[in-house]
């Protein structure tokens, strides 16, 4: 484990190595417990670099066999090795052959860093520092080398060998139960996108041809029994490749696209060249086992990591800085992707809500930092959701600042000129430059500013002038090293709506750039107004979520009522029921009740019952802000149990006063056969009938609690049943005992369905539930070293129930601690993620920050040795 106090490292330090790697060959002999590695590597000194330069190589726990310069071994004081540094002294040639030998237990590899082993098939995972746990290396994104892997292994027990890019030859070691496979790929990359995989697997492919016309294989390998379950993740794989080649004009490069589902993976997958290895819980799908996010959640991932191989394979990042140059881009392209295949609106609105509930809270917190970072202790703790979201957050900005052919022009040139590099931001931001014409200097400051900007919008409407007139202000709080914020280039997409809901017109604008429906804000403060403007209108203001910030205005309920039935953009109809909820539940947490109430309901009811929408909008509209979005809002002084209350309440208003209504609805809605169909628009009536279910479980009728358990007993599907238990848990409903044994009993031998058994229980809102966590924790699915199993228990109770997480008596702060430091020995990233739970203790009501603090304190005090991650989480949070 690296547990040493380094000091940071820092964007300005970047220095080229010396060295160049022109061609990298590896050989392994895979044994669990005894695997050796001979890396072969072609050194050349870079042209300008000094002939003393010593050649200095990256390791982590590493144990070395030996080294040869040009097939001959260098003698001990020759070079100096230590676990983690391989540093041998000016090479006399300009070129030569390193050979290292180096040797690894695979199965006590309980990081999941590198080499590993997971229910009995070896694994890797290199991103970003794991190939240093492989063999000494300029471990490092931009470094890049064409590989060749051979592997070795027992041929009974590890069937399936597989490396990156195509298979060149494989056969049987003569005389041995051992056989080989030898791996090329030309394709020059990192080492970080370095992969192997031996083990006894299943498969199943798919012939795919290309726009140009090149056959490629696909195959996705699972454990045997899985295979059908894998047909979801083909058939997304497939679309994501059309796709690429249509709208991004991107083909695949090699002959072989191969896809590993693994169940012990840190994170969600990953884009190793030709070789993608998967969390399996972003493979495997049936309709008994998986929920509709989770089929749409397969669907980006599987999209993610492919388009991964142009954003980030082909062109990858100069250093980790950089990290949001093939992150942000890549999740920009997965949501478009996803936003072509299903609903437009509805997508964006998910990506907002995710965006809200995960980066908004670490950009306003100890954790805040730029979108390219300038400095990291653990590059680790990067992989946040302001590298992902928020950076493709700026990507979209950008699209909507150069219009769609712009922003298309400007990707073809970045593909162009940096195929086969390892680029910067400056580099990406350069190619739309030069391709459009445009000056994005200004919009640098959003990679290196942190923090979410609030605009503040006035409207005042002067009927006699005709004019509309709009103050807009921009401001955005100080955080960690960066007291002082400047005004940044904000786009605002917008409509001036009237009565009827049609957008007005206006004669000319003055006080801001307006590029037809895209508003500039580029200064701290903006007077804008809008000539020739007959009939008061209201400002539909951010429209599709145009920029990543949060929006003050002075409009009235009144006005966001109206903006919620009318408005012609779908976003910002849910936006202002979202607005309108979020201020009764606020004022019923303060223990005022807002006379709009019974308006917003009625204009739920309604839109309900709009067949002319989406049914996945109309159940996103339903959907009440969470409590954890509340405590945003609230921002400071936070008592999660008030906000737990006011939440209940008016779920319960709702359900009364609509209970008739909504339960003819639901009936209405049930499925007219048993034949279930994963799609979008079927996905989107399960959504709604299932919110609606929601309103009518929390109403208190006991025909309503009955109708709960009556969905879960006749479900035929994950979503129905999970939905159902989720309400029978948490509103404490008749039936619930049975209907945590019932699933129990039909899923116990399947991982990924306990995981959301689990995850119920740990995010159960009632006083015990920390008991359950702890007894859950003991069940004989449940596991301390895979991460899935951690995240579904730990992970969602601190992170995901909000009031018993936060008990006033400290008692989940103290849990949290004890966990983390705990699962830190085994998995120090697994650690430093679940610990990112304490990132918003700040806003809490003075009692609980104070718990929150000592238990934090606690964990650097322990006197246990810890993690650079988790050191690094725990240091910064307080
Ligand atoms: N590049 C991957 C994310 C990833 C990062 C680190 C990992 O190490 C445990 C694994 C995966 C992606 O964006 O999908
Ligand atoms: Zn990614």
Not at 184 to 211: C, M, Q, R
Not at 396 to 412: A, C, H, P, Q, V
Not at 557 to 579: E, H
Not at 749 to 768: S, Y
Request: with cysteine; proline share 5%.
């Amino acid at each position: 484990m690296r547990s040493e106090n380094a000091a940071p490292i820092l964007l300005k330090d970047y220095q080229p190595t010396p060295y160049l790697i022109e061609k990298v060959d590896l050989d392994f002999r895979l044994n669990p417990t005894h695997t050796t590695v001979r890396s072969k590597l072609t050194v050349r000194r870079r042209e300008g670099a000094a002939a003393t330069a010593a050649i200095e190589l990256d390791g982590d726990d590493l144990k070395l066999d030996g080294v040869c310069v040009d097939d001959i071994p260098l003698a001990e004081e020759e070079y100096t090795a230590t676990p983690d540094r391989l540093m041998i002294p000016a090479p006399a040639a300009e070129r030569f052959e390193l050979t290292i030998d180096t040797s690894l237990d695979p199965s006590k590899n309980t990081q999941l860093m590198g080499l590993y082993v997971s229910s009995g098939t070896f694994c890797t995972q290199c991103e970003a520092e794991g190939f240093r746990r492989i063999t000494y290396f300029y471990d490092r994104p931009d470094v890049l080398a064409p590989y060749t892997t051979r592997m070795t292994a027992n041929k009974k027990a590890y069937p399936v060998l597989l490396g990156n890019g195509n298979l060149v030859e494989s056969g049987d070691v003569t005389g041995t139960d051992e056989h080989y496979a030898v791996w090329h790929d030309p394709h020059p990359k990192p080492s970080y996108l370095f992969a192997l995989v031996a083990g006894n697997l299943a498969h199943i492919s798919t012939d795919y041809t290309t726009s140009s016309g090149s056959p490629v294989k696909l195959n996705i390998y699972v454990e045997h029994g899985n295979e059908t379950r894998a047909d979801w993740a083909m058939d997304s794989l497939v679309r994501s490749m059309r796709w690429d080649e249509q709208v991004f004009g991107r083909e695949y490069d090699l002959d072989v696209f191969n896809v590993v589902a693994i169940s012990d993976f840190n994170m969600g997958a990953m884009e190793n060249k030709g070789l993608n290895i998967f969390n399996d819980k972003y493979i495997l799908a049936d309709p008994d086992t998986a929920s509709d996010a989770d089929y749409a959640g397969i669907e980006s991932v599987v999209a993610h990591e492919y388009f991964h191989n142009w954003t980030g394979n082909r062109i990858t990042c100069r250093d980790w800085f950089q990290l949001c140059l093939k992150e942000g881009l890549t999740v920009f392209r997965d949501q478009e992707f996803s936003a072509d295949e299903r609903s437009r609106p509805v997508k964006r609105i998910a990506d907002v809500q995710r965006l809200k509930a995960a980066q908004f809270p670490e950009d306003g917190g100890p954790l805040a930092h730029p979108v390219r970072p300038e400095q990291y202790k653990e590059i680790n703790n990067f992989y946040t959701a302001t590298i992902y979201e928020k950076g493709a957050e700026l990507v979209r900005m950008i699209k909507t600042l150069l219009g769609e052919r712009g922003f298309r022009k400007g990707m073809d040139l970045y593909f162009e000129r940096h195929d086969g590099e390892a680029a910067t931001i400056e580099d990406f931001i350069k190619s739309f430059e030069d391709a459009t014409g445009t000056d994005l200097r200004h919009f640098m400051l959003w990679y290196s500013q942190a923090g979410t900007p609030t605009v503040t919008a006035e409207a005042t409407y002067d009927a006699q002038a005709q004019t509309l007139t709009l103050t807009l202000s921009q401001e955005t709080r100080p955080t960690p090293n960066q007291p002082q914020k400047k005004p940044l280039v904000i786009p605002i997409r917008f409509g001036l709506v009237a009565a009827n809901g049609k957008d007005v017109g206006y004669s000319k604008v003055e006080g801001a750039t307006v590029n037809a429906d895209v508003l500039l804000l580029n200064e701290a403060q903006q007077t804008v107004v809008f000539h020739g403007i007959s009939e008061k209108p209201v400002p539909s203001l951010l429209r599709e979520f145009s920029a990543p910030v949060n929006l003050r205005s002075n409009l009235s309920l009144d006005d966001q009522l109206f903006l919620m039935g009318r408005d012609s953009d779908p976003f910002n109809r849910w936006q202002a029921a979202q607005t309108v909820a979020t201020r009764l539940l606020i004022s019923r947490s303060r223990g005022e009740n807002l006379p709009q109430e019974a308006s917003f309901i009625d204009a739920l009811g309604e839109i309900a019952a709009d067949t002319c929408l989406d049914t996945a909008f109309r159940a996103l509209a339903l959907q009440l802000p969470s409590e954890a979005d509340l405590a945003r809002e609230i921002g400071e002084n936070v008592d999660p149990d008030a906000i737990g209350r006011a939440h209940e309440d008016l779920r319960a208003a709702i359900g009364q006063r609509l209970y008739g209504y909504l339960r003819d609805l639901y009936v209405e809605l049930a499925p007219k056969d048993s034949r279930f169909d994963p799609g979008a628009s079927a996905a989107g009536v399960r959504a709604l009938r299932n919110r609606l279910l929601g309103y009518l479980a929390a109403s208190g009728e006991a025909e309503g609690h009955g109708l709960v358990k009556a969905h879960f007993d006749s479900a035929n599907n994950m979503t129905d049943r999970l939905s159902a238990l989720v309400l029978l848990d948490h509103l404490n409903l008749p039936g619930k005992t049975e209907a945590l044994a019932a699933f129990e009993a039909r899923h116990k031998t399947d991982h990924l369905a306990m995981d959301k058994w689990f995850t119920v229980q740990a995010t159960c809102p009632a006083p015990g539930t920390l008991a359950r966590v702890k007894e859950l924790t003991n069940h004989p699915a449940f596991s301390w070293t895979n991460p899935n199993r951690v995240r579904s228990v730990v992970g969602a109770f601190c992170a995901g129930n909000q009031r018993q997480f936060n008990a006033p008596d400290g008692s989940g702060y103290d849990y949290l601690a004890e966990t983390t430091l705990q699962i830190d020995g085994k998995n120090p990233q697994l650690a430093a993620r679940i610990l990112n739970s304490f990132r918003s203790w700040r806003s809490l009501e003075a009692g609980r920050q104070e718990k929150a603090k000592a238990a934090l304190k606690s964990i650097l005090d322990s006197g246990q040795e810890l993690s650079t991650d988790t050191k690094d989480i725990a240091e910064r949070c307080l």
